[in-house]
Nanobody, 118 residues
Framework: VQLQASGGGLVQAGGSLRLSCATS????????MGWYRQAPGKQRELVAT???????NYADSVKGRFTISRDSAKNTMYLQMNRLKPEDTAVYYC?????????????WGQGTLVTVSS
């Protein structure tokens, strides 16, 4: 299984970007997918998740600005980011979480850099 994130770039504050995460290979017993980000000098943090049932969850810092979605037919997940702020600057990673016999496992994409200029 491979996750390929794309869509990052440089954007001015107030602008928009859409990230994509394409999945190759089948993920058995998928629980959820999500986006995480890591800013320079900071720990990786959750941005948004979406379950196989379509239930979404967002970090407080992005609520109302970001929207996570999935197209199961295309095996692709998206993150629409609007009204971007300089503090959104980070490497964004896509994640797929699946059930193991005991506990949960994770697949990670390679990350895509988002830079928001003020």
């Amino acid at each position: 299984v491979q996750l390929q994130a794309s869509g990052g770039g440089l954007v001015q504050a107030g602008g928009s970007l859409r990230l994509s995460c394409a999945t190759s290979g089948s993920i058995f017993r998928l629980s959820s997918m999500g986006w995480y980000r890591q800013a320079p000098g900071k720990q990786r943090e959750l941005v948004a998740t979406i379950t196989t049932g379509g239930v979404t969850n967002y970090a407080d810092s992005v609520k109302g600005r970001f929207t996570i979605s999935r197209d199961s037919a295309k095996n692709t997940m998206y993150l629409q980011m609007n009204r971007l702020k300089p503090e959104d600057t980070a490497v964004y990673y896509c994640n797929a979480r699946y059930y193991k016999d005991y506990g949960l496992g994770d697949y990670w994409g390679q990350g895509t850099l988002v830079t928001v200029s003020s």
